[in-house]
Structures are given as C-alpha cells and as structure tokens.
C-alpha cells in the first residue's frame, strides 16, 4: 500500500526565498506524481505532473523533481511571492487497470510567504 | 477548458434528509472520482466510475451512494449522514488514454455540514 508523506507541515519563508516542497513515497512501483496547490476552503489545483519515466517537469517559476529509487519528490518554487502562500500537496498515482489512476495524497505543506 | 464544477457550493443538512451533489466535466473524460476531505487533512478516495461504472469503491458507508448518468456527470446521494460526514467533498476527472498522463482536475467542492 502506497504511503506519502510531506514534512514539514508547515513552512514560514520571507518574500524573495526560494521554497524546497519535499514528499516521500513507500511504493517505487509509483505510475506518476501529481502536485497541488491549495487555498483554504477551496479546492485542489494541479501544479504539475512528473510520470514515472520522468527525472523533472518546469512550469514557470516551479519545478518538480522525481527519483523513485529513493522514493522521494521535490517541488521548488522560485522567487517566492505572498501570493504563494497555500498549501501544497503531493500525491502518488497508482493505476488501476480499467479504473483510473488512484492517487494517494500527503498531509501537505502548509506555506506562509511573508512580504 | 479544463474546468470541472460542482453545486451546491455549500450544504447544510439534517441527518433524516436526503440531498444530493452533482458533478460535471465537458473535457471528454472518462474517468471521474469522488473525495471526501476533512478540515486539515489530506483528500481520501471514496469512489472512482470508469467508462460510467463504478470501479473502485473504498469500503464507503451505503449512506453515500455514488451515480454517474452519463460521462460527463456525477452525483454522489446522501441519506442518513452523520455528524463526521460533514467536510469538504471534492469531485475529479481524468482521461483514460493509454497515451495521456492520466492528471486529475479537481472541482472546488462542496463543503457540507450535517446538522
């Protein structure tokens, strides 16, 4: 059973500062990994996705890094701006034939920027 | 359009009524899942309809039961909730194309509250 964890809970950087978002998986056999963002009350918004055949993916000022051989996903976020300030989750994608990708979520990051 | 909404926004109900929640994606997927979220935890898989049958369904309560009319919507019924069923309920869909990355867009919810 797939088991995703993100530490720390909670991150306090000051506006500028680059983010380093870390999540870590028990299960290599992992189909993709899936970032989000999310603002209370709200729902989840996809940031980025690495597959499983992937080392990284860039959009903007993110990148998220994969290397299941020590089962672990980095999200780095540049230059980081008050209007970053959510929480981030991590999920690992675990395919199931004829039934979708099941994703296994993190606790998240909960991330403050200050100005 | 990678746009998927859900309604109502906000629910409030007894534990003798019966309500409803609706999905709905126009992005041609095939593939749409139920979550339930509580307050500062991550999101849990309850259900997962695939083609429009239900194909994964995590051990959820029969006071919860999930519809999928077509495949552009979802419906999750409600009847006989309990107090701890109240949370953020989070509504996805993915493709199921062997050449796609399979990424789930979310909804923005509907926080319901069980009176």
């Known amino acids: 059973k797939q088991e995703v964890t993100q530490i720390p809970a909670a991150l306090s950087v000051p506006e500028g500062e680059n983010l380093v978002l870390n999540c870590s998986f028990t299960d290599s056999a992992i189909y993709n990994l899936q970032w989000f963002r999310q603002d209370p009350g709200k729902g989840l918004t996809s940031l980025l996705l690495i597959q499983s055949s992937q080392r990284e993916q860039t959009s903007g000022r993110l990148n998220a890094s994969l290397d299941k051989s020590s089962g672990r996903s980095t999200l780095y976020i540049a230059a980081s701006q008050p209007g970053d300030s959510a929480t981030y989750l991590c999920a690992g994608g675990g395919w199931v034939k004829a039934a979708g990708n099941k994703l296994t979520f993190g606790g998240g990051t909960r991330v403050l920027v200050k100005p | 359009d990678t746009e998927v909404t859900q309604t109502p926004k906000h629910l409030v109900m007894g534990m003798t009524n019966k309500k409803s929640l609706k999905c709905e994606q126009h992005m041609g997927h095939r593939a749409m899942y139920w979550y339930k979220q509580k307050a500062k935890k991550p999101p849990e898989l309850m259900f997962v309809y695939s083609y429009e049958k239900l194909s994964i369904n995590e051990s959820v309560p029969s006071r919860f039961s999930p519809e999928c009319p077509n495949s552009s919507l979802l419906n999750l019924h409600l009847h006989a909730l309990q107090p701890e069923d109240s949370a953020l309920y989070l509504c996805?869909?993915?493709?199921?194309?062997?050449?796609?990355?399979?990424?789930?867009?979310f909804g923005p919810g509907t926080r319901l509250t069980v009176t």
């Open positions: 996805a869909s993915s493709t199921l194309l062997a050449v796609s990355s399979y990424e789930q867009y």
